[in-house]
Each structure stands twice: as structure tokens, then as C-alpha cells.
């Protein structure tokens, strides 16, 4: 038997803030890991913490969940036990999301999530549906609605009841940290690589498909190691 960890942490973007206003939840972003020491996580986010249109499917760590240098990180953990099955499935497609280069951050569901319960588009996720992907692959999880409809209180109300496993701060370990996530992002090129990301989502609204040439490496380095 393995663990599967679903973490809501308590982030400090400006993003995260004005969520909070409109939702009034404390937490607005969600991740997985499959880490006993919750050292590194996997969601859709964003990849610079200057750049948040310039996100994607990224490996995150504690500061990333915290948005700051050395800050601990408040969280709430789930912790989820599921057969060896079940989680070499959840590492394969994990491993799927790094390879696909077709891959977008949903922007469009991430705005209409409060409003209208997310939007789909298509091989488009945000933190969300992907954490209901995730789950939706644990037998004893029962997802009623559909993926990309979720909400970070959603998940809260699903798991408290049977997978409450910590509820607190976790200490920084941003000594640790190798990455790319607090560089500064040059003006001239976050906006290139804004557009590019922003442009190929109208496309895919428009037209149900997805551009042949994009590439979600083109502009940006993940670090997936």
C-alpha cells in the first residue's frame, strides 16, 4: 500500500487574495504529492511566481505553495491510502502530463470557476480538475460531478470526513529548493510567452482543437526532474 497526499496550502499571490474575497475560503489552489516527507508536489500552476499567466503542469515545493523566500507554509492535508496499483497508475500519469507538450493552464475555467463552475477546454486543466483527475482514479473516492466543476472547498468537503491528516504549518525548507521559480522574468519576454499561452486558448475555444504547432517548452523550461 502507498499514500497519496492532497494538499490545499495557503498561498499569498495576489491571485490567491482576491479568490478569497470572492469565494470567502481560505485556500484557492490544491496540489498532490506522493511524498511521505511533502517535500515536492505536482499541480497546474504557475511556473514563475512574477509570471501567473505563464504557468503550466509543474513539480512545486513548499515555497512555490507559499509564493515566498523561506516562508513556512499553513496547509491542510488529506492523506489518501491506495493499493500499489492504483498509485503506479496515478505516477503514470503524472509521467503522461511532463511529456505532453500540448498541454495549457485553463485559464478561461480558472476566472468562471467562482461564477459559473469552470469551463472545459479542450487538454486544458487548472489545479482543480486536475486533483479531480487524480482522485477520480481511487476507488473509494466518489467523484459526483463533473471534474473540471471542482473547487478547492470541494475537496475539502469530499475528504474531511474520512482523510484529514494535518492541519498547520509546515517549516520551510527553501535552503533545499533548486529551481527556477523565483527568477525574475524579463518584461519583454513574460509578455511574448503571456500572449503565445493566452492566444493559443482562444484558439482552442474557437475552434475545439487543438494548434498543431504549439508547444508549452517553447518559451519556458519546466524543470520536471
Do not use: Q, W
Amino acid at each position: 500500500m502507498k499514500n497519496v497526499y492532497v494538499v490545499l496550502p495557503k498561498s499569498n499571490t495576489l491571485i490567491s487574495k482576491i479568490s478569497k474575497m470572492v469565494t470567502h475560503y481560505e485556500y484557492s489552489h490544491i496540489t498532490i504529492s506522493l511524498d511521505d516527507n511533502l517535500n515536492e508536489f505536482y499541480s497546474f500552476s504557475r511556473i514563475y511566481n512574477d509570471a501567473p499567466i505563464i504557468s503550466g503542469f509543474v513539480k512545486e515545493y513548499r515555497s512555490h505553495l507559499a509564493s515566498k523566500k523561506g516562508v513556512d507554509l499553513k496547509c491542510k492535508i488529506f492523506k489518501i491510502e491506495v493499493s500499489d496499483d492504483v498509485y503506479n497508475d496515478i505516477k503514470n500519469y503524472i509521467t503522461d502530463l511532463k511529456n505532453d507538450n500540448k498541454l495549457l493552464f485553463n485559464y478561461l475555467s480558472m476566472l468562471l470557476l467562482p461564477i459559473v463552475g469552470g469551463v472545459k477546454v479542450i487538454k486544458s486543466y487548472n489545479c482543480c480538475h486536475f486533483v479531480a483527475e487524480v482522485l477520480n482514479k481511487i476507488p473509494k473516492i466518489n467523484m459526483n460531478k463533473k471534474l473540471y466543476k471542482y473547487k478547492p472547498k470541494d475537496f475539502d468537503l469530499l475528504l474531511s470526513d474520512r482523510f484529514l491528516y494535518f492541519e498547520g504549518v509546515l517549516k520551510s525548507n527553501y535552503k533545499k529548493y533548486k529551481g527556477i521559480y523565483f527568477n525574475k522574468v524579463n518584461f519583454i519576454y513574460k509578455i511574448r510567452c503571456s500572449f503565445y499561452f493566452i492566444n493559443e486558448v482562444i484558439y482552442r475555444i474557437i475552434f475545439k482543437k487543438v494548434r498543431k504547432k504549439f508547444d508549452n517548452k517553447k518559451y519556458i523550461k519546466l524543470l520536471l526532474k
